[in-house]
């Protein structure tokens, strides 16, 4: 057994629970929306299909083949469960981002029929808080899996997403919420909250 026997099998458990639990119940429940309007671009695919293979593939090729063993490196155990930690942080938020955002999650850049402005729960303190999930995920993995290829990787490609999505997210809800959202980004951050919105929530 390798060191990161034990962080593999834990990030197994997190991922299944995630792609069949957390993520998939949010899209059984956008199945039973509808599309309203739908602004993907084929570059949207691409970089969901890298991030995939880097976010997933990978790591369970490397965890079930020897074909990614050139790759491993090793950590100490504490660094193991560091990312054990950081892990179980990221699928906490991103269950709570999901479940506030409800009927309004859509997977791409589309706009869900009556779709509303989501800004209680979590979305009172961030704006993105799957991406501040899926951040600490990419922190994460590298620490569990002990694998450039299966771990590392997955942070330069989650980085091109970020910074090429997010800003067109944030273009696309000012162009459907108006006013709303850019008031709503004020007293906002995107992955991290703003010290005066946590201390206000706290007097509340």
């Given at each position: 057994?390798t060191p990161a026997?034990p962080f593999?099998?834990?990030f197994l458990i ?7 639990g957390i993520?998939?119940?949010s899209?059984?429940?956008?199945r ?5 309007a ?7 695919i691409?970089?969901d299909?890298v991030v995939f293979v ?6 369970w ?10 790759a491993?490196?090793?950590l ?11 892990f179980?942080?990221s ?7 999901y479940r506030d ?6 997977p791409?850049?589309?706009i869900?029929a009556g ?7 979590i ?11 899926l951040?600490?995920?990419?922190f ?5 899996l002990?694998n450039?290829?299966a771990g ?12 090429v999505r ?6 696309i809800?000012?162009?459907?919420f108006?006013e709303?959202?850019?008031?709503y ?7 991290m909250?703003h ?10």
């Open positions: 057994m026997a593999r099998f834990i997190g991922d299944l629970l995630y792609l069949f993520y998939g119940s899209v059984r429940g956008f039973k929306s509808k599309i309203a739908t602004r993907s671009r084929p570059l949207d691409a970089l299909m880097a976010w997933q593939l990978l790591p090729v490397s965890i079930f083949s020897p074909w990614l063993n050139f491993d490196y090793r100490p155990v504490w660094m193991g469960w560091a990312g054990v930690t950081l179980a942080l699928l906490l938020l991103l269950w709570k981002a955002l409800g009927v309004n999650w859509s791409k850049d589309d869900v779709q509303r402005l989501i800004t209680s729960g979305y009172a303190y961030i704006r993105h808080p799957i991406y501040a999930g951040w600490l995920w990419a994460a993995q590298p620490l569990m002990h450039w290829l590392v990787l997955l942070l330069p490609t989650f980085l091109i997403l970020y910074v997010v800003p067109r997210e944030e273009k809800l000012l162009e459907e108006g709303a959202y850019r008031q980004c004020q007293h906002t951050g995107r992955l909250p010290l005066s919105n946590v201390r206000r929530g706290k007097q509340t």
